[in-house]
């Protein structure tokens, strides 16, 4: 009897272990697919393209919806607030101070990653196949990129268990630039948005 309450009871100790255990982003593939490039210029698209849901669910306006923090400058304007002015952001979904927005964006990519370069001012840098620690101010997050199929993914994941993918995709003809975004609360709930930019020919 008492070997059997031992047991049970160190059971009960790893089950609490294992689910005490923080999520670590698994690593992306780190080889680009062939005839993907989203080099060029690209300005964002106004109109149906841009949106938000909650679970899959209808499209409605982002906001604070059931535990969801999304960014409040995400209204469609592709405006954005400067690193300065967020990076004092307190309270849960730190991990929205990591999304970076604007009208017009240049994209670089070279063998071994991509440059996203917004409205000329903030350039963010995703190494294929990183896996790395990120900061803003006192902010910090886990943070991996690669290749999953044609398109690129970059997972963000703050100490709170909340995450933030952004997926990039071309359309077929490589005119269209698709940006799509999801938030992730600690109750698994989603809010995903999508930008739509039209390739610059200048």
């Known amino acids: 009897m008492k070997a ?4 049970s009871l160190l059971s009960l100790l790893i089950v609490a272990a294992c689910g005490a255990a923080p999520e670590m982003l698994a690593a992306k593939d780190p080889t680009a697919p062939q005839g993907i ?4 210029y690209w300005t964002l698209r106004r109109g ?13 306006s982002p906001g604070h919806e059931a535990g969801i923090v999304i960014p409040p400058e995400y209204s469609g304007r592709g405006s954005r607030r400067s690193r300065s002015s967020r990076s004092g952001g307190g309270g ?20 071994g990653g991509i440059f996203v370069s917004f409205d000329r001012s903030v350039v963010e840098e995703f190494r294929f196949g990183e896996q790395r620690v990120i900061n803003i101010g006192e902010i910090s997050a886990q943070r991996v990129s690669g290749w999953e199929g044609r398109e690129y993914v970059v997972e963000t994941l703050d100490k709170d268990g909340m995450k933030l993918t952004e997926r990039f995709s071309l359309s077929e003809d490589g ?8 938030f992730r609360d600690t109750q698994m709930q989603e809010a995903s948005m999508e930008q739509v930019f039209d390739r610059d020919p200048g």
Not at 4 to 7: D, E, L, S
Not at 37 to 40: A, E, N, Q, V
Not at 92 to 111: C, M, N, S, W, Y
């Open 4 to 7: 059997r309450f031992v047991w």
């Open 37 to 40: 490039d989203f080099s060029g």
């Open 48 to 60: 149906p393209e841009m949106n938000g849901e909650r679970n899959g669910g209808a499209s409605g």
């Open 92 to 111: 849960p979904g730190k991990v929205r101070v990591f999304l970076e927005q604007g009208d017009q964006i240049k994209v670089t990519q070279t063998a």
């Open 175 to 182: 005119q269209l630039l698709r940006r799509h975004i999801v």
